[in-house]
């Protein structure tokens, strides 16, 4: 295998699963990686404006890469014009993490086509095309087409086949060499952890909406949230901590060392999440021994094994359900965890750093097709 040099990866904003991302790919792949990054804040901003800035910092690359790999809150057709004094035609490869196609509406956001226009002029500019998972690109291609279609003319409709042409599945890397071979045992009171962006596409309400009707029955549990918050005010986490101040075990941000210390002890990892395209923060949990109570919808029904979907899985209306049916059944909870947790490692950078190294190398001999 052809071994693709060294790689720049472009990521505007640098937080949460899009910085573990493109540390993953500096850490694991065994080869030069330099990042280019932009804080993770003002995302609409950064989709709007990071392409100029990050173009203009390529002036200060320690040389011209091989490769770069640039995620989905670029603007990769301006980054190319403007970065091209000092990258050339270099190829480029865009990592879709989300894209803005399906994004649910926030009471505070009006609806903004232009984001998921730029997810598309982003893909026609690129070499490749990177999704992180296999639902991921079935809603693309379902979705970009009704996106095209609302607009007036020259709807772009005879370009998809060509961006799908150049697409692939490429799954995100998880960092699993923290957890130890056999986690550790979680018996005792059981602990439901909710570690999700704060954010109305993770629909934080749910959980603390079912949080409160299972306490409302009395049943003995505990409750850890963590994340990270880009509000300045999220007032149903501060409510939460109001109504439950001797469940809620911890509440907030925690740095690494301290958030995998809460994935080993916690028992639980509950999703309720309106978007999500791939699930780090649950094949994290899973690996690390929790059982996970997941929508059967979205990405998570392909991200677990077939044999775990009517134990994990839960469809509208079930939640409490099935977080009930966990706090009561807690032995029968922790051996199916124990079952599980092996099948994540498909998603250990150990595994998919070599699908990494020859994907970049077949873009880095085929050159620029810009």
């Not at 690129?126 to 607009?151: P, T």
């Not at 550790?184 to 909710?194: C, D, K, Q, S, Y």
């Not at 990405?299 to 899985?313: A, I």
């Not at 998603?347 to 880095?364: D, I, K, Q, T």
Request: a negative charge; charged letters at 25%; proline letters at 7%.
């Amino acid at each position: 295998m052809t071994r693709p040099g060294s790689v720049l990866v472009v990521e505007p904003y640098f937080g949460g699963s899009h910085r573990a991302w493109a540390e993953g790919i500096r850490d694991h792949l065994g080869l030069p990686v330099e990042l280019l990054t932009l804080p993770a804040r003002w995302w609409k901003w950064r989709m709007r404006g990071a392409a100029v800035t990050l173009a203009e910092l390529c002036a200060d690359l320690r040389s011209r890469p091989d490769v770069v790999v640039v995620s989905d809150m670029l603007d990769v057709a301006a980054f190319r014009t403007f970065a091209r004094p000092h990258l050339g035609a270099v190829p480029v490869a865009l990592y879709l993490h989300e894209t803005q196609l399906t994004y649910p509406d926030s009471p505070q956001m009006a609806p903004d086509l232009h984001f998921a226009f730029t997810n598309w002029t982003s893909a026609l500019a690129a070499d490749r095309v990177f999704f992180n998972s296999e639902y991921h690109y079935d809603v693309f291609f379902a979705e970009i087409r009704k996106l095209l279609r609302h607009f007036p003319d020259f709807s772009h409709e005879h370009l998809v086949e060509g961006v799908r042409d150049k697409s692939e599945v490429l799954e995100v890397g998880v960092d699993m060499s923290w957890v130890p071979a056999d986690p550790p045992n979680r018996e005792g009171t059981v602990r439901l952890l909710w570690n999700h962006r704060w954010e109305h596409d993770k629909d934080p309400v749910a959980f603390f909406d079912a949080v409160d009707r299972l306490a409302a029955e009395g049943l003995e549990f505990e409750v850890v949230v963590c994340g990270e918050n880009f509000r300045q005010r999220p007032e149903e986490f501060a409510d939460a901590v109001r109504r439950h101040p001797d469940r809620i075990v911890h509440m907030g941000y925690l740095d690494r060392d301290h958030y995998r210390r809460h994935l080993l002890a916690a028992g639980v990892v509950v999703s309720t999440a309106r978007q999500e395209f791939f699930g780090i923060s649950v094949v994290e949990a899973t690996a690390a021994g929790c059982f996970p109570v997941l929508p059967r919808r979205l990405s998570y029904p392909r991200l677990l094994p077939p044999d775990f979907h009517d134990v994990c899985l839960y469809g509208p209306g079930e939640l409490v359900d099935r977080l009930r049916w966990v706090i009561e059944h807690p032995g029968e909870a922790r051996e199916a965890a124990r079952r599980l947790a092996p099948a994540m490692r498909r998603y250990s950078w150990e595994e998919l750093a070599p699908r990494y190294r020859e994907a970049l190398a077949s873009l880095a001999g085929q050159g620029s097709m810009a």
